[in-house]
Structures are given as structure tokens and as C-alpha cells.
């Protein structure tokens, strides 16, 4: 099986995977500890998949199957491990987890895809350690950074009356919903990049050095999620969830069926920008067409749920779905599991 049918085989599957494991719960479990659970193990996953090449040396050995158990193994552990730590850090341990520390862990996926992507490690793939402590370093500076920035910019003073709110929460600069939507949009804007293949800036050497090259995309990124969340939440007046669920979060989930599922093989004949356009483009349609498939679907995993404020339950589960539990599922038979058994590699 080769590509593009065996991304199509091998997402389709990794979905059903997705949804049966949805439908183990009831909605308050499934959005609460179970998605906190899964957006701590995502961030160890980057880091194993990029960093480490998935192709670390405790498993460089291993064929597969093995070599994915492992790896899905040492990502499981690590959010066993992050969790309750995290949740003691931002949420004051109380469970289950309340709106407030469930966005750290959310706000901590785009950072660490940040410092392992757009940073590339830096500056941590110079020093002279073993590739598991360089990814380790990794992980934590993205923790760090995301901390800060979540002291710095996230308030919940609009949750003060609320049973959810907490004494510890941030009184940063920008509502924190706002601030939530935001970082997720820029992750869509890094994911617009790759589908460049980093085109223009590949045309200047200078800038693909780094941490020149980390510097200009952060700041193409950061120019990016501004023009999209004051076109679509200010000009069109789109309610931030809303827009949340409906621009960034399917076009991330598109973006990871083209490039990580497909192996970026739909345009392989084109040049940029034509090919980049074109990525774009498909992102765009599968993210759309699967988001409204998996709504379609909520109704008979989980049951109606009520969209828009004040709850806005709907657009929680859709997040949740498309991007805590399908999107680590994913990468899981990509990345770690290279499509065993659908394409048998050693």
C-alpha cells in the first residue's frame, strides 16, 4: 500500500480508533480529566517525533510493532507524570479540571510545536548531550515559556464568580479566551508555513539559519494570528469559540492528514507555491469536511450537546475529538507505528 490510499486506509482507521475511544465516556469525563490526560501526553509526542527523529537510541533497535509501543509507552508515561503535576501547578490540584488549568495544558501543545519546529530545538541541539536529554530540555523550556506567557497574558477575572475560578488564576493582559484562541491560531499560521515547505524564506539562506530562521517565522506566525482572529472574531464578529472551531482547529487537523498522513504526497509534482497553495487548499476541505463529520457523529457518541455560549459544550467536544484524542492517535500510527501494519517497514 503506498501513498496517497495508504494515509486515506491509515486515517480512516486511526478516526474509528478515535471515536470508539470517545464514546468509553460521558461528556464531563471525557472534556475533563480524560482531555487534560491526552493534551499532556501530546507535547512529549512532538518531542518524540521531531526531536528524536521517532527514532530515539532506547528504541533505534526495535522493529516494529515494537518500536511503536515503545515510543506510545513513553509518551503515555510522561502524561501520567505531567498531569497531576500540572494540575497541581495551574489548577491547584482540584479535580476535576476546571477551564483554567485545561488551557495551559492546551496553550503548551502550540508552544512545545514551537520550540521544536519553528525554533528547531535551539538552543538546546547544539550542546553536547545525548538526543533524549536534548529533547527533555525540549519539553521543559516549552513548559517554561508556556508559564510565563500564561502569567503574562491570560486573565480569568471574567470567571471570578464562577465555582470554576481559582484564587491562583492569572491576571494577565488579555481575556483568556482570547488569549487561548490566539495561540491556537498561530499554530494554524505555522502549520500554513510547512505547507510551504518554509517557501519564501528558502529563497535567503541568511534567514535558515538558526535562530534567524526561528525569529522571522515566530514573528510571521504572531503577524498571521492577528490578521486571522481581527478579520474573523473583529471584522465578521465571530463568537471566539466559534471561530475557534470553525477556521483554526480544522484547518490544524487538515494539515495533519496532508502532511502526516498523506506524507505531503497529494502535489509531490508541484513546485512552491503552486504545491503550498495546493496543500493549503486540501487542508482547508479535509479539516472542514472531517470537523462536520465528527459533529455529525457527537450526537451518537456522546449525545446533543448544546452549542454557543454559555457553555459552549458542542464546540468543547469538537476541539476535544479532532484535536486531544484524533490528533495524538495520529501521529501515533504515522509517526511511532510508521503505518504497521499497513505498510510493514523494519
Avoid at 514551537?114 to 548531550?129: N, R, Y
Avoid at 475529538?321 to 505498510?343: D, G, H, K, M, N
Amino acid at each position: 500500500m503506498t501513498q496517497p490510499v495508504l494515509g486515506v486506509v491509515g486515517s480512516a482507521v486511526a478516526m474509528a480508533v478515535s471515536i470508539g475511544i470517545v464514546a468509553l465516556f460521558d461528556f464531563a469525563t471525557f472534556v475533563g480529566p480524560f482531555a487534560f490526560f491526552t493534551l499532556c501526553v501530546i507535547p512529549m509526542q512532538v518531542v518524540a517525533a521531531v526531536i528524536w527523529g521517532a527514532n530515539p537510541p532506547f528504541a533505534a533497535h526495535l522493529s516494529q510493532p515494537a518500536k511503536g509501543v515503545v515510543l506510545t509507552l513513553v509518551c503515555l508515561v510522561a502524561g501520567a507524570i505531567l498531569s497531576p503535576l500540572l494540575l497541581a501547578l495551574v489548577g491547584e490540584g482540584v479535580r476535576p479540571p476546571g477551564p483554567i488549568p485545561s488551557h495551559f495544558v492546551i496553550v503548551a501543545v502550540p508552544l512545545t510545536f514551537w520550540a521544536a519546529i519553528v525554533m528547531g530545538g535551539w538552543p538546546f541541539m547544539s550542546m553536547p548531550a545525548s538526543p533524549v536529554v536534548r529533547g527533555l530540555l525540549v519539553l521543559l523550556a516549552a513548559y517554561v515559556v508556556t508559564f510565563v506567557l500564561f502569567r503574562l497574558f491570560f486573565n480569568y477575572g471574567f470567571l471570578q464568580d464562577a465555582p470554576v475560578y481559582l484564587a491562583s488564576a492569572p491576571n494577565g493582559l488579555f481575556h483568556g479566551v482570547m488569549s487561548l484562541v490566539f495561540i491556537v491560531t498561530a499554530l494554524a499560521v505555522m502549520f500554513l508555513v510547512l505547507h510551504f515547505d518554509l517557501w519564501p524564506l528558502t529563497t535567503a539562506p541568511a534567514i535558515m539559519q538558526p535562530p534567524v530562521l526561528g525569529v522571522v517565522w515566530t514573528l510571521i506566525v504572531l503577524a498571521g494570528a492577528y490578521i486571522a482572529t481581527a478579520v474573523g472574531i473583529g471584522a465578521l464578529g465571530m463568537d471566539p469559540m466559534v471561530f475557534l472551531t470553525r477556521v483554526p482547529v480544522p484547518f490544524i487537523f487538515g494539515t495533519i492528514i496532508v502532511l502526516n498522513m498523506l506524507q505531503n504526497s497529494l502535489f509531490a509534482a508541484l513546485a512552491q507555491p503552486a504545491k503550498g497553495a495546493a496543500n493549503t487548499a486540501a487542508a482547508i476541505v479535509i479539516g472542514l469536511v472531517l470537523a462536520n463529520v465528527y459533529g455529525a457523529l457527537a450526537p451518537l457518541v456522546t449525545g446533543v450537546l448544546p452549542s454557543g455560549a454559555p457553555g459552549y459544550e458542542y464546540e468543547i467536544w469538537l476541539a476535544s475529538a479532532l484535536l486531544s484524542v484524533t490528533f495524538p492517535v495520529l501521529i501515533f500510527v504515522a509517526a511511532f507505528f510508521q503505518f504497521w501494519p499497513l505498510a510493514r517497514k523494519s
